[in-house]
């Protein structure tokens, strides 16, 4: 099991929904529960945050519930699906150069058997 310091240094989405008679409800979806008012943005804001570490000191030291949620892996899926966008989209570029090094190559091929075939007739002329 991760250290509590570990758990608690994880970021956490917020939803803030503001109130008709005014000040705030924010809540962390991916933490059961864990949902504060505040009379303005910022006191939530705060509240929010003592009841995120209540709630996850709670849960780890009950040891009945992972803390890792659902979100935060989805971060960490989005970080690797943009190293994997960029390693393809860099495979790509080094596909595209051999491509053209390659045409290039078959275009001096055809250019060469030509120069020999030129040169074969030349021989085959002066013999004659």
Avoid at 9 to 37: A, F
Avoid at 40 to 60: D, F, H, M, P
Avoid at 110 to 116: A, C, N, T
Wanted: glycine residues 4%; contains cysteine; charged residues 30%.
């Amino acid at each position: 099991m991760l250290s509590l310091e570990y758990y608690l240094s994880l970021k956490y989405p917020m939803s803030i929904y503001p109130e008709e008679d005014g000040g705030y409800t924010v809540m962390i979806p991916d933490l059961p529960g864990c949902m504060i008012q505040g009379d303005n943005l910022e006191e939530a804001i705060e509240n929010i945050n003592e009841a995120r570490e209540l709630w996850i000191e709670t849960v780890y030291c009950s040891g009945k519930q992972q803390i890792h949620t659902k979100t935060y892996q989805r971060w960490f899926s989005l970080d690797m699906r943009k190293l994997a966008i960029n390693q393809a989209l860099s495979k790509r570029n080094e596909v595209e150069l051999i491509k053209d090094e390659n045409t290039g190559l078959k275009m001096e091929n055809e250019r060469l058997k030509i120069e020999v075939e030129k040169l074969r007739m030349e021989m085959v002329y002066k013999r004659s």
